[in-house]
């Protein structure tokens, strides 16, 4: 990794305008926001900066990473004052969009694991009204555990949960000191399952009955749909624009202009966050169901097809998938084929939209590294490809190929090793990757691959077990019939074809 060049100082407060300078310290902490990632920034943080410069918010976000390993962006941004660029890169209505905004959103950034006590005192903010949450499918789940004093929940849930305790008791249980919660995470009804964790959580550390009724009836746990492809920081660019800019930004971010946000509640809830109002792409719906099955299943559910097998056959990021003529005519059949015959809408409408979605990944501005969207692979196959794979079987009666085939090639690129603090995977050329996932996962996916290959096991016992997995599927797929067999098939095909070296 090449260094920063010692005469050049990172973006921070003193890169902005004095009158911006004042008017992030003015403002009050209106959001709380669990995840210091890409998306959200290049997303809803973008949306509340727009909002603020209309004057129409008026408020800033406290940030907080989901999990340990965040917290060295939580160190660049207190580094940075909380300060980011923004670049907005793509094609728009056939034009060329090449947009540049410095971000200025968070007034506090802290880190849960070692900040505990100011992470909870947050809770007592009388202008907090939302909670955002971006921590990927993985990090919505509930898992239970104990309740330590003085010690970090390890999970958003559990988490939440104490936060909404610690304001429950500072404010007596006022009515009016309940928050909006608006999960990111792309699951289905993500509102109502992070409200199902938390009313768990409160039952199990037998927090009181009024409380549980004051979480019921004064919080609002809101299902939402996000759309927007954020890339993240442009490592082949980077060293040009830090020329360009005269200063290091180390939280640099890209995204496509694009975006859609769909939220399930009452459009009177606008007045309190008026993005609507603002003219962004943002809309008050009363059923999220075909917003989100058409984008879930088809946008996540082709990033999770081809991510995989790009990763096999060296690629490293959409672009070059898309640049590909067999793996785009894969992709599109897979499309058409495959996914568009089981969702229970307009196929006309569908198949714009999809256009629409292949027109994106080509965004030569954009370069989507695959290694980002394999994170967590295995929640997102379950969540973006499982149901339309279960949907098609039982509407065609026969398996869909090529959802068979990326599935095979999942598989393959789970065949991972341990290797110190990593789980490593090799591609088809001999260059090796890191697969980053539940440890369980990993562990589990790590002694069948190594048990396959001290021949203990066959290939056709290897699929089986691993399709079996009720902890990585919720249900044992080996009782849709002929899909072993199939899986298997195209396994072996794949491992025939490019034998590891």
Not at 48 to 61: D, L
Not at 85 to 107: A, H, P
Not at 113 to 128: M, N, R, V
Not at 296 to 308: D, E, F, K, M, W
Request: charged letters at 25%; aromatic letters at 10%; hydrophobic letters at 40%.
């Amino acid at each position: 990794m090449k260094r920063k060049p010692q005469h050049l100082k990172c973006l921070n407060k003193n890169n902005l305008p004095a009158e911006d300078q004042q008017a992030i310290a003015d403002y009050p902490i209106k959001v709380l926001q669990i995840g210091e990632g890409h998306f959200l920034r290049g997303f809803f943080d973008w949306m509340i900066h727009e909002c603020n410069k209309k004057g129409y918010f008026n408020g800033s976000i406290a940030v907080t990473q989901p999990r340990p390993q965040g917290k060295t962006k939580i160190e660049k941004l207190k580094q940075q004052d909380g300060l980011y660029t923004l670049l907005i890169r793509g094609l728009q209505n056939k034009k060329v969009v090449n947009e540049k905004e410095t971000i200025s959103v968070f007034s506090r950034i802290i880190d849960p694991y070692t900040e505990w006590g100011e992470f909870l005192a947050l809770a007592k903010s009388p202008d907090l009204e939302f909670v955002v949450s971006n921590t990927t499918e993985a990090g919505l789940s509930y898992q239970q555990m104990p309740l330590e004093e003085g010690v970090p929940m390890t999970s958003f849930p559990g988490r939440l949960t104490i936060f909404l305790y610690q304001r429950y008791l500072h404010f007596n249980g006022d009515s009016d000191k309940g928050l909006i919660m608006l999960p990111c995470e792309l699951l289905e009804e993500n509102g109502d399952k992070l409200k199902q964790y938390v009313v768990q959580h409160s039952k199990d550390w037998e927090l009181s009955t009024a409380f549980i009724n004051w979480l019921e009836q004064d919080n609002l746990f809101l299902n939402s749909l996000v759309d927007r492809i954020v890339t993240g920081y442009p490592v082949m660019e980077a060293e040009k624009w830090t020329a360009e800019s005269g200063y290091v930004d180390q939280l640099l971010n890209t995204t496509e202009p694009y975006y859609f946000w769909a939220i399930e509640a009452d459009p009177s809830l606008d007045r309190l966050l008026p993005l609507n109002k603002a003219g962004l792409n943002v809309h008050w719906v009363e059923d999220l169901t075909p917003y989100q099955i058409r984008k879930v299943r088809i946008l996540n559910g082709s990033h999770t097809i081809i991510a995989p097998l790009g990763i096999l056959y060296g690629l490293d990021h959409v672009g070059q998938v898309m640049a590909d003529s067999e793996f785009k005519g894969f992709l599109q059949k897979t499309i058409e084929e495959d996914i568009l015959p089981t969702l229970p809408y307009n196929r006309h409408d569908m198949m714009q939209y999809a256009e629409s979605v292949l027109e994106r990944f080509i965004n030569p501005f954009v370069q989507h590294q695959l290694a980002d969207i394999l994170l967590n692979s295995i929640s997102k196959f379950k969540v973006r490809l499982l149901p339309t794979l279960v949907a098609y079987f039982a509407k065609e009666e026969q398996l869909p190929a090529s959802l068979v085939t990326a599935f095979a090639g999942l598989i393959r690129y789970y065949k991972v090793q341990k290797s110190e603090d990593n789980y490593v995977g090799t591609r088809f050329d001999g260059s090796e990757y890191i697969v980053k996932d539940d440890q369980l996962a990993l562990d589990f996916f790590c002694e069948q691959w190594s048990s396959f290959e001290a021949k203990d096991m066959s290939l056709k016992q290897l699929v089986k077990k691993i399709i079996g997995n009720k902890l990585l599927w919720d249900k044992d797929l080996n009782r849709i019939t002929g899909l072993s067999n199939a899986v298997c098939n195209n396994l072996k095909e794949i491992i025939n074809r490019f034998k590891d070296r």
